[in-house]
């Protein structure tokens, strides 16, 4: 069984000032990783995924995650947000053994970006 | 465009009423997903389909129903027997047998209870 874990409910910053969301998982057999976003009353949206090769990923609007195995991780951050990226943020982990493209996902992080 | 459009986005239900959620994709993806959503809780799975005519229980699936009768079309009722109905809930999907490819989510619908 997966569980993911996302270590912070809620994030309050100023913007312009860098941010990390933090995300551990937990996991008997190997998995990809993804972050979705999510705006306020709408679905989620693919942020960025890791799948293999290189561990750091990033998407086009400037956030970046690194996997991490041996501490079973896979932190995003930002090096200066816009008030644009305050929204709900989810972590979420598909084995890549089993039947169907199964996702877990943690309880989220709620991003605030301050004036 | 492709994409997944669920309908409506709001939904009210009486004490004792079933009420169904539509989910209808234009994708040509044969997996599709419903997820209920509550606040500090993440989404949870209720019901998938990898296949028309086909569908499975997911962690949360007392007290729902589904049907899938076109690849297209993904409804999901929300039956009497669930006593806590009032959620964001989400439709999803992708291509099944390829983990790598990421589901795609419709903008979801909310229900409250009158």
């Known amino acids: 069984a997966q569980s993911v874990t996302q270590l912070d409910s809620q994030v309050p910053v100023f913007e312009e000032a860098p941010v990390e969301l933090r995300c551990n998982y937990s996991s008997s057999v190997s998995v990809y990783l993804f972050w979705y976003v999510q705006y306020p009353n709408q679905g989620l949206q693919l942020l960025l995924k890791?799948?293999?090769?290189?561990?750091l990923v990033e998407s086009i609007n400037g956030f970046e995650a690194e996997f991490n195995k041996s501490q079973t991780s896979f932190h995003l951050r930002k090096p200066s947000v816009h008030i644009s990226d305050t929204a709900e943020y989810f972590c979420a982990v598909s084995p890549l053994s089993g039947g169907y493209n199964k996702l877990i996902f943690g309880a989220g992080t709620r991003l605030a970006v301050h004036p | 465009d492709g994409g997944i459009t669920q309908s409506p986005k709001y939904l009210f239900r009486k004490e004792g009423q079933n009420v169904t959620l539509s989910c209808e994709q234009n994708l040509n993806h044969d997996a599709m997903y419903w997820y209920r959503q509550d606040p500090g809780q993440g989404l949870r799975l209720i019901y998938y389909?990898?296949?028309?005519?086909?569908?499975q229980k997911g962690d949360i699936a007392e007290g729902y129903s589904v049907s899938r009768e076109k690849k297209e079309s993904f409804p999901l009722t929300v039956t009497s027997a669930q006593k806590n109905p009032t959620a964001f809930y989400l439709c999803a999907s992708s291509i099944p047998t390829a983990k790598y490819q990421p589901q795609h989510f419709g903008d979801g619908t909310r229900l409250s209870i009158l």
């Open positions: 389909s990898q296949i028309v005519n086909d569908f």
């Open positions: 890791y799948l293999s090769g290189s561990t």
